[in-house]
């Protein structure tokens, strides 16, 4: 039933490395752009990164030389490579897809945490 399903998500050490995927159906791959979002516990739910079916991307200012999104067409996949961790980066992250964004994934959680 789920459209959008995050895993990758967990306990890493500042300055370390994470990769988080997203599998999506088809129907929901095809749509225009697909993207990342991140909550913060009593924080609003920010933009992290998206990615155009064309592989145009754009990042948050935050994570910008640290977080990489791309996508797999052929495995109607979407990742994001985050590398040099810091705890501020721990929050729940979500998948999206569409301009709204239309649909979201059930979220993963990242912790950065010595």
């Known amino acids: 039933q789920a459209q959008l399903v995050e895993s990758g998500g967990g306990l890493v050490q500042p300055g370390g490395s994470l990769r988080l995927s997203c599998a999506a159906s088809?129907?929901?791959?095809?749509?225009?752009?697909m993207g990342w979002y991140r909550q913060a516990p009593g924080k609003q739910r920010e933009l992290v990164a998206t990615?155009?079916?064309?592989?145009?991307?754009n990042y948050a200012d935050s994570v910008k030389g640290r977080f990489t999104i791309s996508r797999d067409n052929a495995k109607n996949t979407v990742y994001l490579q985050m590398n040099n961790l810091k705890p501020e980066d721990t929050a729940v992250y979500y998948c999206s897809a569409g301009v709204g964004p239309n649909y979201w994934g059930q979220g993963t959680q990242v912790t950065v945490s010595s």
């Open positions: 088809g129907s929901i791959f095809s749509i225009f752009v």
């Open positions: 990615i155009k079916s064309g592989g145009s991307t």
